[in-house]
Structures are given as structure tokens and as C-alpha cells.
């Protein structure tokens, strides 16, 4: 759907299938993206995997699944794309944290751990990749995705929100695209995309 969808913009597409959490499958797919298009202006760490977990539930497996998805997979992809990007002299990472990531979130541990180390990598690695790369990162807060979430669920409580809602992929999408061609100027900068949620860094 996603290939067909982009076609029938104009546009071109290439699909790789790989695993994330394993730097040859990384290491492949950036190969693939730069030897059919020629360069790699963006890259945009969006896979993740959010699981309900305390201290008392987390598993190994489940601390592993978060922090190898969450953590070590947009670790790899930009640890494979940064040479390409500095070579051409330009291009942009944007990394999907989360509002778990600057909040402590005790009921999901694993992913708010794996989120906040996600924060601290765009930091260093705007540090290390500058002046030719801006590397940052948006933060959401609890975003309803059409389809695959009722929108009768109450996760938090919207009067726990300023703008009194839960956000939509829009959002999202939106401050992708300007950090993705309108951003020359911000680089190691958390975003958050919360509808205020964040101004009580307190608030769970």
C-alpha cells in the first residue's frame, strides 16, 4: 500500500525487507537506498515496540525487544548512514523518541529507559556529525493512530493535557517534514509533539 501510494504521487520507491536490530540487515538497506537514489538526504528512525512493563513484569526478553528495537536499531542506521551523509555534505536524522523518554513512565520501563537513551543519542550524535548533518528528535506525546486504536480509549486523561486531546499522526508528520526540508538551523533538539502534556514534566 505504501509503494502504491507513493507512486501515485510521482514518485519512486524501493522496498528492503531486513531486520533493524541487525547491522548487516542495517548496513544493506542503507546500501540499497544510496545505490538506487544515488545519495541519502534523510533519514527518519521511526521503528519501535511498545510494550506495558513495570519492574516487577519486565522479563529479559522484553528489556532485550525494547532497547534492541528502540535503542540499537536507530543506533546501527545512523552509524551506517553518517559517512554517506557527511561525504555529500548534508543531510538530516530525525529519531522518534517519545514523552516516555522524558517522563518516567513506571508502567512501560523498558520503553521509557529505551526512549530516553534514545534523547541522549540525538545529542551526541548532533555533536559528532555536525557541521554537515542536524540530527533531532521528536518527542510524542499519546497519539491516535486511525485503525488501529479506538478512539473511545482513554489513555491519560485529557485534562492531563493543555489542548484538552489526544494528538494525530499529522502532527507528527508535519514536524517531520519541516525539520526534513525547512530546518537549516536546529540541530540537537528534543520536540515535543504533546499538546502540552510536557509542561509538568511531573505528570505521568
Known amino acids: 500500500?505504501?509503494?502504491?501510494?507513493?507512486?501515485?504521487?510521482?514518485?519512486?520507491?524501493?522496498s528492503v525487507r531486513?531486520?533493524?536490530r541487525k547491522s548487516s540487515d542495517?548496513?544493506?538497506?542503507?546500501r540499497k537506498a544510496e545505490?538506487?537514489?544515488g545519495r541519502v538526504d534523510l533519514l527518519v528512525n521511526n521503528a519501535a515496540v511498545f510494550r506495558k512493563a513495570s519492574l516487577s513484569?519486565?522479563?529479559?526478553?522484553?528489556?532485550?525487544?525494547?532497547?534492541?528495537?528502540?535503542?540499537?536499531?536507530?543506533?546501527?542506521?545512523?552509524?551506517a548512514v553518517a559517512?554517506?551523509?557527511?561525504?555529500?555534505?548534508?543531510?538530516?536524522?530525525?529519531?522518534?523518541?517519545s514523552l516516555g523518554g522524558l517522563q518516567a513512565w513506571k508502567e512501560h520501563l523498558p520503553?521509557?529507559?529505551?526512549?530516553a537513551g534514545v534523547?541522549?543519542?540525538t545529542r551526541i550524535l548532533a555533536r559528532e556529525l555536525a557541521p554537515e548533518v542536524q540530527v533531532n528528535a521528536i518527542a510524542p506525546g499519546t497519539i491516535i493512530v486511525p485503525g488501529e486504536e479506538s478512539p473511545d480509549i482513554r489513555h491519560v486523561a485529557t485534562t492531563t493535557i493543555p489542548l484538552q486531546r489526544y494528538g494525530k499522526p499529522s502532527d507528527i508528520a508535519d514536524l517531520v517534514v519541516f525539520l526534513a526540508t525547512k530546518s537549516a538551523y536546529v540541530t540537537g533538539q528534543i520536540i515535543a509533539v504533546d499538546g502540552g502534556r510536557s509542561v509538568n514534566l511531573s505528570q505521568s
Not at 26 to 30: C, E, H, R, S, Y
Not at 111 to 115: E, G, L, P, V
Open 18 to 20: 531486513g531486520d533493524l
Open 83 to 97: 559517512p554517506i551523509m557527511k561525504r555529500q555534505g548534508g543531510g538530516k536524522v530525525i529519531n522518534i523518541a
Open 57 to 79: 513484569t519486565t522479563t529479559e526478553s522484553l528489556w532485550d525487544e525494547a532497547l534492541e528495537t528502540n535503542l540499537k536499531a536507530p543506533f546501527l542506521a545512523a552509524q
Open 35 to 37: 545505490q538506487s537514489f
Open 26 to 30: 542495517v548496513k544493506k538497506l542503507i
Open 119 to 121: 534523547i541522549m543519542l
Open 111 to 115: 520503553y521509557s529507559i529505551s526512549k
Open 1 to 14: 500500500m505504501a509503494r502504491q501510494k507513493i507512486a501515485s504521487l510521482g514518485r519512486r520507491s524501493i
